[in-house]
Structure formats: C-alpha cells, structure tokens
C-alpha cells in the first residue's frame, strides 16, 4: 500500500491511515464544536489556534468521510501524527521533499524567495510549468517573508534563524508540467514540492535536531548552498580585505555544514561505513556574480541557460567542471572529493539570487536579476522523470 511523508513532522503515514478533520459547525446547522487538538498544538508548541473541530479516523484512500459524531462529509485531510492539513493535492500527487540546507549567510531564505518567483513566472512559462500553493499557510508565509520585503519593499532577507527561536513550516506546492508525448499528445505530469530550510547550527542543537534528522531522512534531494566567500581561495581572489560575515563561525565553513548533514543522513539510513548515499545533493556556490569578473571570457559560468525546455547537458557538464576547478583552484578540493566519496550522484552549480552587490539591506538599484538559480531544481527534475535532456 501507498504511503506519503507528511511533510510537517515527516512522519512516513500509510494512505489508509491518513485521518480526517470535522467540517465544524456552520451557523445553526449539524457539526461538531471545536476542541483542544493537543497533538497539533504540541507541534505548534502553543494551544494557540489548535482549537479546531474534532479528528476521526477513516479510510484516508477516500477523498472524502463522514463525521462520526455529527455525520457531516469532511474532504480536510490531516496527518493522523501531528494533525497538520494534508491538501489534497498533496495526498493525490507523488510528492518530492527538497531538502535545503546551508550554513549562515549562505543565502537561503533569498534563494528560495527568487527560486518560488522564477518558476511562477519566467521559469514557468519556458518550462510549460505551472506552481500553486497547497495550502493557505504556504500562501500567507511566501507573501510575509519572502515576497513583500525582496520584490514590494526591495530590503534584503534577514539570516535563516535557528528553529530554536524561530519555528519554521514548509511551503508545500504542487508543480505541474505539461508534455507531448512521442505521439503528439499533451498530458500533465504533477509532484508535490515540499521546500524546508535548515539553518547550519540546527543539526548542532538538541532542542530541534530530530525534526530536522527526520526531514533529511525523508528528503528525495538535497540542494546545498555554499557561500564562496566562506572559501579563503576566494576571497583572496577578490580585492583585498574582503571578508566574510561569520569569519572564524565552525557553523560557516561548508565542509562542516556538509559533513554534519552527511553524518545524519548516513545514521538515519543505515548506511554502512563503505556505502555511499543514494540521495541526489546539488551543491551551488551563490553570490557567483561577486566572482564573475575573476573567471576567463570562455567560463561557461559567463553564459546564461538556454531558454528551452529541456535539460543542456553540454552546459550541465560545461558549469559542473567550471565550479569543480574552481574549488580546487581555491584550495577547497577537499569538498569535491568529500562528495564523491560520501554520495552516489552529485552536481555543481554556480548561481546568484539576486545578481548585483547589494546596498547595505538593500537590493542594488539594478533591482533583482538572478542567475542561474533554477540549475539545480532543473537538474533534480530530470532525475525525478520530468524534463528531459539533450545535448547540443
């Protein structure tokens, strides 16, 4: 039997186990009064808005149930753990959990405000693609902390916190493709996309490390951002005295953050000491436009993407072994063979989310102009079955 991974808890659930939450009451008709959900205010970490009408099994197979109590039909699907939604389209699609991670200042939260934005427009269209928001909480948190302030109000995203002070949800969408087959006929192709960004420091602390070991253990895919800044190679290749943010942070330096994830994953995987991790991890340098102006005319990090819908894999191969020289380049050769010797398959990418310098917490006066930044996504979406490559 078909199973999904919630993606708020992580917790794997059977299809038949997936419960169902009561309609409630509606003015003065049928309907069960709302009660303390103590499992989903423990995950909340407050009674504050679990008060909801009541939880019921039934055959989560089935879209629809009936209350037990007050015999309405309910279509609110919960996870039978946490009692989190499970939106509909996320129950009825197979879903793919990303996993992002990266160390401070690395660029998280902005890249995944200038991923979501790429795909719900220009990415989008060249890719046939469509992206909708599976719930309101993915709608209302995307608009709170990622869109008004970069694109309305052009201020820069404040650093991922810890889940310590901060908890943190997922946005959950569900990304559909459409295709022609072989035989000229179009069908759509759907996944859920379940994007999670983990601070560096969380695998470090104990108050939230096994939720975010459970979310690895469930990822599909791994994208790794690496500040290059963070690479003394680097730096050195820009002007004198450019130094990075978190200098002297353990939680900064990339072959840290990586090794951490690796040792989690290789823990709650089983993997054996000679085993290597069948997890695809896109591992992208950001802030690359920093560095644009040291590479030689040829780089292939100098190019844009072709604008088709199709994976390039001469330019895949073309960037991959551009970062790789570079890294080694840069003295920091260590995190390439670190990769090959702990995972199975991996790329390398070089992107900017917002491709200019800012000024101060402020986006540059060119505005946003990212580059590259669906590489990785692109990449991951071959290997999941929904785009196709070529070459040449």
Not at 344 to 367: C, H, K, N, Q, W
Request: net charge positive.
């Amino acid at each position: 039997m078909r199973s999904i991974t919630c993606p708020y808890c992580f917790a794997r659930v059977l299809r038949q186990r997936i419960e169902f939450r009561c309609m409630g009451r509606s003015g003065r008709g049928p309907g069960c009064a709302p009660v303390l959900d103590k499992p989903l205010a423990a995950y909340l970490g407050s009674p504050a808005g679990a008060s909801l009408p009541p939880v019921f099994a039934a055959s989560g197979t089935k879209g629809r149930a009936d209350c037990p109590d007050c015999g309405r039909p309910t279509g609110r699907r919960v996870c039978p753990d946490c009692h989190n939604p499970l939106p509909s389209a996320y129950c009825d699609t197979p879903g793919r959990i990303v996993a992002l991670v990266g160390a401070k200042n690395a660029g998280k939260s902005t890249y995944i405000a200038v991923l979501l934005h790429e795909l719900m427009n220009r990415v989008g269209t060249e890719l046939d693609t469509s992206l909708v928001a599976c719930d309101d909480r993915t709608i209302d948190r995307y608009k709170r902390d990622f869109a008004r302030p970069l694109f309305d109000e052009r201020r820069l995203l404040p650093t991922t916190a810890s889940a310590v002070t901060a908890a943190r949800e997922p946005l959950v969408y569900l990304l559909t493709r459409s295709r022609r087959s072989r035989w000229g006929r179009q069908a759509n192709e759907s996944l859920a996309l379940v994007l999670f960004d983990t601070a560096g420091e969380d695998l470090r602390s104990r108050d939230v490390r096994d939720l975010h070991l459970r979310y690895l253990e469930a990822a599909d895919a791994i994208i790794f951002l690496v500040d290059p800044l963070e690479l003394p190679g680097a730096r050195a290749a820009l002007r004198e005295g450019t130094e990075p943010v978190t200098a002297g942070d353990p939680d900064s330096e990339p072959i840290n953050v990586i090794a951490r994830v690796t040792e989690a994953l290789r823990q709650r995987r089983g993997a054996g000491p000679g085993d290597r991790l069948p997890v695809p991890i896109a591992v992208a340098l950001t802030k690359i436009d920093a560095l644009r102006p040291t590479f030689e005319r040829q780089s292939a990090l100098h190019r844009t993407r072709t604008r088709q819908a199709v994976l390039d894999l001469d330019d895949r191969e073309a960037v991959d072994e551009q970062i790789r020289s570079l890294l080694h380049g840069w003295h920091a050769g260590q995190l390439d063979i670190y990769l090959r010797q702990q995972y199975t398959e991996y790329a390398l990418f070089g992107l900017s989310a917002l491709g200019g310098m800012p000024t101060e917490d402020r986006v540059g006066t060119g505005g946003v102009r990212p580059y590259r930044v669906e590489d990785p996504l692109l990449w991951l979406l071959h290997r999941f079955g929904m785009l196709d490559a070529v070459r040449g």
